[in-house]
T-cell receptor, first 116, second 112 residues
Framework: GAVVSQHPSRVICKSGTSVKIECRSLDFQATTMFWYRQFPKKSLMLMATSNEGSKATYEQGVEKDKFLINHASLTLSTLTVTSAHPEDSSFYIC????????????FGPGTRLLVL | GDSVTQMEGPVTLSEEAFLTINCTYTATGYPSLFWYVQYPGEGLQLLLKATKADDKGSNKGFEATYRKETTSFHLEKGSVQVSDSAVYFCALSGGATNKLIFGTGTLLAVQP
């Protein structure tokens, strides 16, 4: 149980285009989802926290207009990287938490984004 | 603020060697503590957790004990395998938001 999927697993796009990444909880309802960014050989950086049906809470230094987050249902959250640039290339990982476990986050497999 | 410090890697061991990856934390209150593992090209998987002092989390031969007196949560395994090669992250969760705060990760490379 507690499986989280992400789609796509990897994406290559041209500079200036927008990319949408989906995060789904497959066998539980995720009241809260988190989006992280991981740089090579670095730890995970929390970008934002989203609760179903409300606006996401962004961490300091993360541009909300650049990284659009929508948590439309209890099983789906999306991250859209708008007008992507090469510096946005990274490994994006989502996680989900259900109401029965306020501490444990279940992570998706990640999405590798490469902006050319 | 809350923080997690873990030993820098890479840690290189021979198969069947004993593993210790040190992790210490700074936190107000009583956080929950976690070890996550990340295999190459994949996302993070929860390895084990402990929610209160003196709890021992264990899974797949790995274990870690929540030591409040030393603010530590060291990861140990008695006999590592090549398949244990991965990056291991120590993390804590606590406070009103229950956000996860990660250490920088430790790369473990096990050689046959």
């Amino acid at each position: 149980g507690a499986v989280v999927s992400q789609h796509p697993s990897r994406v290559i796009c041209k500079s200036g285009t927008s990319v949408k990444i989906e995060c789904r909880s497959l066998d539980f309802q995720a009241t809260t989802m988190f989006w992280y960014r991981q740089f090579p050989k670095k730890s995970l950086m929390l970008m934002a926290t989203s609760n179903e049906g409300s606006k996401a809470t962004y961490e300091q230094g993360v541009e909300k207009d650049k990284f659009l987050i929508n948590h439309a249902s209890l099983t789906l959250s999306t991250l859209t990287v708008t007008s992507a640039h090469p510096e946005d290339s990274s490994f994006y990982i989502c996680s989900a938490r259900h109401s029965g476990s306020q501490e444990t986050q279940y992570f998706g497999p990640g999405t590798r984004l490469l902006v050319l | 603020g809350d923080s997690v410090t873990q030993m820098e890697g890479p840690v290189t061991l021979s198969e069947e060697a004993f593993l210790t990856i040190n992790c210490t934390y700074t936190a107000t209150g009583y956080p929950s503590l976690f070890w996550y593992v990340q295999y190459p090209g994949e996302g993070l998987q929860l390895l084990l957790k402990a929610t209160k002092a003196d709890d021992k989390g264990s899974n797949k031969g790995f274990e870690a004990t929540y030591r409040k007196e030393t603010t530590s949560f060291h990861l140990e395994k008695g006999s590592v395998q090549v398949s244990d090669s991965a990056v291991y992250f120590c993390a804590l969760s606590g406070g009103a938001t229950n956000k996860l705060i990660f250490g920088t990760g430790t790369l473990l490379a096990v050689q046959p």
